[in-house]
């Protein structure tokens, strides 16, 4: 189904979104997050074992659109949230699949946290991070308040949210916000050429690997080493366990098959 705020295809089992709105640098609308809605529901049942998502143009995302906000003195933000932007989080780290962000420009609200929500996030050299909410008069959403101290650490999360300074990508990149930067022409052939591999690797395991470091934040050691054994003994009946020793004990490449 063609959609008009975002582009969706799957190739080589790498599902790829492209944020499509260029000229407000892919900022949020209602339609787009209809759009999203619905292609995240897609994804995985296409036969994709990976999600890039990635901004057409010069921006990634620049989260809300505001024009969308003109002349409302008080709005329920709430609401918007509660319906539009909180599910579109919880749907992106539902996936049981790898999500991997090419920034490829200004990444800022929302769009930061977008990118933030994604497993991986690789920036393009002049790309950019900023917590634009207190700029006008919001406290961040989406989890940036979740993801930011968890990726960089109380003090320079307070930083970035209160001072709402603009990050470049090679800062982001040094201080564990993101996976990597890399020059601007190659961001999405490194990122797609990251998004294969995944696409190729033991969908299940990587499933469980997502499961156990975002439970690791709040369990106890005792409680994480349960949930380690349950995810080991699910993976331990998956076939792509009996290929990746089977391929070991043959000394061969395994050629895994998400299941
Ligand atoms: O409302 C709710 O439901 C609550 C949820 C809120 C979530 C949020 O995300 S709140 C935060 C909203 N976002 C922002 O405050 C960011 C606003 N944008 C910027 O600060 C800057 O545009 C950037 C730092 C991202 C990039 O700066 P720059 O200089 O590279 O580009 P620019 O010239 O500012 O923007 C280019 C065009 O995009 C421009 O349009 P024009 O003048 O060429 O026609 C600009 O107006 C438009 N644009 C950029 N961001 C937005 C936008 N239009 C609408 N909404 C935007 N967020």
Known sequence: MPYATIRYAVDEAVATITLDRPDKLNAFNAEMHGELADALGRVGADGARALLITGAGRGFCAGQDLGDRRGDATPDLGDTIERLYNPLIRRLRALELPVIAAVNGAAAG??????????????????????????????????????????????????????????????????????????????????????KRLAAAPTRALAGIKRALDAAWDNSLDAQLDLERDLQRAAGRTADYAEGVTAFLEKRPAEFKGK
């Open 110 to 195: 929302a769009g930061m946290s977008l990118a933030l929500a994604c497993d991986l996030a690789l920036a393009a050299r002049s790309a950019s991070f900023l917590q634009a909410f207190a700029r006008i008069g919001l406290a961040p959403d989406s989890g940036s308040t979740w993801f930011l101290p968890r990726l960089v650490g109380a003090q320079r999360a307070r930083a970035l949210a209160l001072l709402g300074e603009k990050l470049t990508a090679e800062e982001a990149a040094a201080w564990g916000l993101i996976w990597k930067v890399v020059d601007d022409a190659q961001l999405l052939p490194e990122a797609t050429t990251l998004a």
